[in-house]
């Protein structure tokens, strides 16, 4: 392999120490010893830069690029204070442009874990100096790396996935190194994946396997982790399994690292989201046998709680998490506001579900995008959403009805149309309204005639129809109950008895990770009242309230035998365990790789 290829990934050690011995001579520059530091692993790497600065005592320029390196190493292993102090360091005193633009990087990176808004202004406005900078240099692949990185940490992380999106092919149009364009498509896809396109991730995956060179171990791990990942948010066990074998299977020491105690606590999440709850269980032990204080794994076991476990513990541990302990960013935010609502509704706290599920829906529209449409891995919000739109959310009468339209059943009927609730009208056209709404399907115009109007004669029936839809619509606007042709519907309506009957049947069918899982609650959470009470006597309403009836007592029971257990266990963090909050994750895949790109000069 020649050594500009090596230049261009992180190559071996091997490969770098025989590069270093045969084609390179010790009496050589010191800057070959520190372009070859770059292209090595951590270790490596330091021995390397160990190496030049003994020989850099006449080169300051040399020996600000080695600070400046170590300034991005403590960057990526989330030492802010010697990444500070080192980057301050080379701005204050090296006049070699290559090593400011590397110590602004650092400075970026910091800035962007601080876990606050203003950090994360800072730490754009530094990563964009830093990428003029390399560009100033002519240094493409740097450039590259960094745009990718902003993206991904800048703006992925808290929301934004349309400028991520852009900043991140941005930076892949720089690279040239199949190495890095794989790292940066697997970045990419998580981006895709939450954004619920799943061609677009697909075709992302897909070119990576066929730049992937062969020895590429970090490569490959990242591409089957990146299917890992879609296979969970489709819904796909299965694949979720398999990938994540494959992933684990890796020689590379990558996987005992810090980022790989992520990886760990994130496939216990991914297994969880499809049902695989032993599986969840074995990969969360593993990270939390990990002797790094990381606070990953704690968030892996706040959602096997909340989802599949004992409510009351997830509660507790997402207490103990250490929330002001930063950095937390949006996503993450509303991700454990998710979990405390849907962990408030299993352990049946109704009355407090409400105010939680719309900060966590309304959180979700400013940093979730196309996860509060996407189906399978959406079931939670749709579970809260009845919950967060009774407390006023926007974002969850759109999730629940694009048109806004919330029918409520129980209890004193209402109907809420945008941000407007009324009651249904008095007489035959709120009957009217009421019998088409809890046909799902829609009814045929004939059958709605014969339930309301059993004696009526063939030209008086319609008759009767038309004027009782005309009140309606002068009521409540045309576009509640439609007619199309011979059939009546209420269009997009939600409709809470509906809602109620779906959930019910789904968790008699056995669908679901448990027989009584979140369901049973959010189903019973919208028993707010008798059903159809206007309608107690009349003949097509009492077959079905006495089914409404029936499901209620049989989803009680489920309640019961769950709030009983038993439920999946797991370690708990003690007083005296201490997590570093880290996006861990995500920054130590980016930690291990973002410093390794070498110069172009």
């Known amino acids: 392999m020649a050594l500009r290829e090596l230049l261009d990934f992180g190559g071996s050690w091997p490969q770098v120490e025989h590069l270093c011995a045969h084609d390179y001579p010790p009496s050589d520059s010191p800057a070959v010893q520190m372009n070859l530091a770059r292209a090595a692993g951590r270790e490596q790497r330091r021995e390397l830069r160990a190496r030049a600065l003994e020989r850099a005592a006449s080169d300051p320029a040399l020996h600000w690029q080695v600070v400046s390196e170590h300034a991005c190493d403590a960057a990526a292993t989330n030492d802010a204070q010697r990444a500070r102090h080192l980057a301050d360091e080379v701005l204050a005193h090296s006049t070699d442009p290559f090593a400011s633009a590397r110590a602004l990087e650092a400075l970026g990176r910091v800035e962007l874990w601080s876990g606050d ?93 066929e730049l992937c060179p062969d020895d590429f171990v970090l490569g490959w791990d990242y591409i089957a982790w990146g299917r890992a990942k879609e296979a969970s948010a489709r819904g796909d066990q299965v694949g979720t ?228 839809l005309h009140r309606l619509h002068a009521a409540t606007g045309p576009s509640l109950v439609r007619r199309d042709h011979t059939r009546l519907s209420v269009g997009s309506a939600w409709v809470d008895v509906n809602a109620f009957r779906a959930l019910a049947r789904s968790v008699a069918s056995g669908s679901g990770t448990r027989p009584a899982d979140g369901r049973v609650h959010a189903a019973l959470s919208l028993w707010t009242g008798e059903p159809l009470p206007d309608d107690a006597y009349h003949d097509w309403a009492i077959p079905i309230r006495g089914q409404l009836e029936e499901d209620a007592v049989r989803l009680r029971i489920l309640a019961n035998d769950s709030a009983r257990g038993p439920w999946p266990q797991g370690s708990t963090p003690t007083d005296g365990q201490t997590a570093q909050s880290t996006r861990s994750r995500a920054r130590s895949r980016i930690g291990d790789e973002w410093v390794r790109p070498p110069t172009d000069r």
């Open 117 to 209: 808004n203003a950090g994360r202004s800072r730490g754009i406005r530094l990563m964009e100096d830093a990428i003029r900078s390399y560009r100033a240099l002519s240094s493409n692949k740097w450039a590259g790396f960094a745009l990718t990185w902003l993206g991904y940490a800048g703006y992925y992380m808290s929301g934004d996935h349309d400028r991520a999106e852009a900043l991140m092919r941005e930076g892949l149009a720089l690279l040239r190194s199949p190495h890095r364009q794989v790292t940066v498509l697997t970045f990419l896809a998580d981006v895709l994946c939450e954004r619920g396109d799943w061609a677009a991730v697909d075709a992302a995956l897909d070119r990576a396997s």
């Open 241 to 468: 399994v398999r990938w994540l074998k494959e992933a684990a299977a890796t020689a590379d020491p990558w996987i005992d690292t810090v980022g790989g105690t992520g990886f760990l606590a994130e496939g216990a999440q991914l297994l969880s989201r499809v049902g695989d709850v032993a599986g969840a269980l074995q990969w969360l032990d593993k990270a939390l046998s990990r002797p790094l204080g990381l606070v990953d794994p704690f968030h892996a076991q706040c959602e096997i709680l909340a989802v599949h476990g004992d409510p009351t513990a997830a509660l507790h541990a997402l207490d103990r998490l250490p929330y002001e302990d930063g950095p937390w960013e949006p996503r993450l935010e509303w991700h454990l506001t998710v979990l405390r609502a849907l962990a408030l509704l299993r352990a049946g706290r109704y009355a407090e579900v409400p105010k939680v599920a719309a900060a966590a829906l309304d959180q979700g529209a400013r940093v979730a995008g196309a996860a509060l449409r996407r189906d399978g891995a959406a079931e939670p919000l749709v579970l809260l959403a009845p919950l967060a739109a009774a407390a006023g959310s926007d974002v969850a009468a759109r999730l629940l009805s694009p048109d806004h339209f919330l029918v409520h059943l129980f209890g004193a009927p209402t109907l809420r149309i945008g941000g407007d609730e009324m009651g249904v009208p008095a007489g035959k056209p709120g009957e009217l309204f009421r019998l088409v709404a809890v046909h799902p399907g829609g009814m045929p115009a004939e059958q709605a005639i014969d339930q309301l109007w059993p004696a009526a004669t063939p030209t008086a029936g319609p008759k009767h129809l038309r004027n009782a």
